[in-house]
Each structure stands twice: as C-alpha cells, then as structure tokens.
C-alpha cells in the first residue's frame, strides 16, 4: 500500500509526463500547420504554372486584315484566364502596330458565361481607351442577353451580326469602302 | 506653384503632358487654374504618355481636369494611353465618357 506522500509523488510524475505530451503534442501541431502552409503555397505555385502552361497552349491568331485593321477569331470555349490573356495580346497588338480598327469575332465560341461577357467589354473599352475603335461581331441572341444582363454602358461598342459587317465597318472606318472587281 | 505637365502649344492644339505628381486633391485647382492659362488653344488634347500606374483616384483627378477644360470652352482629347493602363482603368469604370486617341497626331484628327 503507498502512503499518500508516495501518492502525490506519482501523481505529479504523471502530470508531468502529461504535461510533456501535451507540449510535444502542441509543437507537433504547429509543425503540421507550418507543413500545411507550404503545402498551400506549393499548391498556388502549381496553379499558377498550370494556368501559364493553359495560356502557352492557347493559340490567338491575330490576323492583320490591313495596316491598321486587326482581326482576332476567338473560337471554343473561353474562361475568364483566357479572355484575361485574349486582352493582354489584342491591347499589346493595338500598341505596336497603332491599330485604328480591332474586330473581335466570338461567333465560334460555344459558351460564353457574363464573367467572360463582362471582359469582351472590357477589351472594346480598353481600345477606345487606346483610340482603337472595337467591333464585336457574330453575338449570338444568349451572349447578347449576357451582355444586357451586365448593365453596362455599351453605346461605345459597336457590334455587327456577322463578320462580313464587321468587315466592311472597319474598311469605313478607315475612309475606305469594299468594292466588286 | 510649379507643376510636373508640360504644356506644348501647336499650330491645331495644346498638348498637355500629364504628370503623375501633379495629380492630387491639394492643388487640383491650382493645376486646372494653371492648364487653363497655359492652354493657348481651345483645342486641348491630354496625353497620358507620364501615366504610368493608373489609379481609381487618378482617373478621377483626369475626368474633372476633362470635365473643366470642357467646361471652360475647350475641346479635349485623351491620347497616350498604354495597354496596361487601359486594362487598370476597366476595372474602375462602366464608361468612358471622354474622346479618346492613339496618340498627338490622331488627336488633332477629332477636333
């Protein structure tokens, strides 16, 4: 039988013990926070070069229709990373090569969500910013609906129905008209 | 008071070489007191070619110095914007309410 003395001294060995559990318990934690947290980090930096392997993988003709005329077809399916990087390309173009006409054809995309309907008019506001005159041509009735539903002021964007509009508003744009041979 | 812009007077307009620095609240009617007595024509055209980092309170700054000029009897015309700066400013507007040009030479075309 122990004494109470005995007891107490047991007692306060496993407190002791207890507590040094509890301790590496706790720095255990914080370790696997920390290994979480560059988990994270290491997560972000994959999505980042995942997104950047997309953007290298994503094609954007840029067609020069004439010296001051750019043309761009944008065609599948669009998400907001790539109509970030279709902006980036067609202001950079518009810089370097003083475009006075930018036609952006999105009759060959299949959907088109108010996220990517909100950058198409970011782009044509960003050009007349430039002093690039856009047009946006092939809108169908629901990207149309999109656009509306955004509440934007849009009167500085020209949109025509289909790309040989476009065409021809562009060329009178430039004081120039289409004729038959 | 000096200011940062430059004021170049040409034949069919006044250009006017905006300065980051100049555009703040503090001497904002200095700077319109001062455009309106340096622009010689009534033809303004405001180049953005010294704007490097636009800023929701610096389009504000521009949209009044426009709105000023046009208020006392000038025509104005934004030119030298830069790609970057044109995509910053789409995120802090839903219109642009001001003409705007490539760069001097076609702004003198919209007059």
Redesign the interface.
């Known amino acids: 039988m122990l004494s109470n003395g005995q007891d107490k001294t047991k007692i306060a060995e496993q407190q002791a013990q207890l507590d040094e559990q509890q301790n590496r318990l706790d720095s255990q934690r914080t370790e696997l926070g920390n290994q979480q947290k560059k988990i994270d980090s290491q997560q972000d930096e994959i999505d980042d070069l995942t997104n950047q392997i997309n953007a290298a993988k994503f094609d954007l003709p840029i067609l020069k229709l004439s010296s001051k005329i750019l043309l761009v077809a944008l065609v599948g399916s669009m998400d907001s990373f790539k109509s970030q990087t279709v902006m980036e390309n067609i202001l950079n173009r518009i810089k370097e090569q003083e475009t006075r006409v930018a036609i952006v054809d999105i009759a060959g995309i299949k959907v088109l969500d108010s996220s990517v309907a909100a950058h198409l008019v970011r782009i044509a506001m960003a050009s007349n910013l430039m002093g690039c005159n856009c047009i946006i041509s092939g809108i169908s009735p629901k990207i149309a609906s999109n656009i509306v539903n955004l509440g934007v002021d849009i009167s500085y964007i020209k949109t025509t129905n289909t790309l040989e509009d476009a065409i021809k508003h562009a060329y009178s744009v430039m004081g120039l008209k289409i004729v038959a041979a | 008071m000096k200011f940062r812009s430059v004021v170049d007077n040409h034949d069919n307009a006044s250009r006017v070489m905006l300065a980051e620095g100049d555009l703040n609240k503090e001497h904002f009617n200095a700077l319109c007191e001062w455009l309106a007595a340096e622009c010689r024509n009534k033809q303004v055209v405001l180049s953005l070619t010294k704007v490097e980092i636009m800023t929701s309170q610096l389009l504000e700054m521009i949209n009044q110095i426009v709105n000023f000029l046009t208020l006392t009897g000038n025509e104005v015309v934004?030119?030298d914007?830069?790609?970057a700066?044109?995509?910053i400013?789409?995120?802090f507007?839903?219109?642009?309410n001001f003409k705007?040009?490539?760069?001097f030479k076609?702004?003198v075309t919209l007059f």
């Open positions: 934004i030119c914007v830069n790609p700066t044109a995509a400013v789409t995120n507007t839903d219109g642009i705007t040009a490539r760069d076609h702004a």
